[in-house]
């Protein structure tokens, strides 16, 4: 996949795995029309792993973590799963990391596209795809949008409540 562009998902259940050569922090954003979670639980990551139709999977450090997304158990009102990943690592940057997303088909493992964001820089924190339904039908978008203020600035863009919020600035590409 190439920068915005998305595809119609032909499995119900789906894992959004996302891998680089260091160690990645995954999480899901549940969204609803306005691009906002109707509250902290729709955030799911390591500390949460579990919520309506979403759920984080650890990759115990010999995997990609991943997101696993059923979206016929998705509930009424929630349009998008945003997936993003941040460096595990304080101060890390994507500047020379090159993560790549796969979508699988959760039943099977068969990979149903693959994106890698071009040109990473001084981001700490990425919106890497997006899960969303358009029609009654729910696809998937590369999207590769970096944050330099990491994933408080994602979660705070999104609505998330962060002890220490900080207003989300896309990084300059």
Known sequence: MTPGSNIPLSAARVT?????????DVSGLLLTADGKVRSDDDFIFYNQPSGAGVTYRSGGGTAPDAIVVDTAAVPPGIEKI?????????GQTFRGIEPTATIRNADDSSVLASFTPPQ??????????????RNGQWKARAVGQGYANGLAGIATDFGVTVEEPAAAVPASR
């Open 16 to 24: 959004v795995d996302v891998a680089a050569p260091v160690r990645l």
């Open 82 to 90: 945003v997936v993003t990943a941040s460096p595990d690592a304080a």
């Open 120 to 133: 990473l820089g001084d981001e700490t924190a990425l919106v890497i795809v997006e899960i969303y339904l």
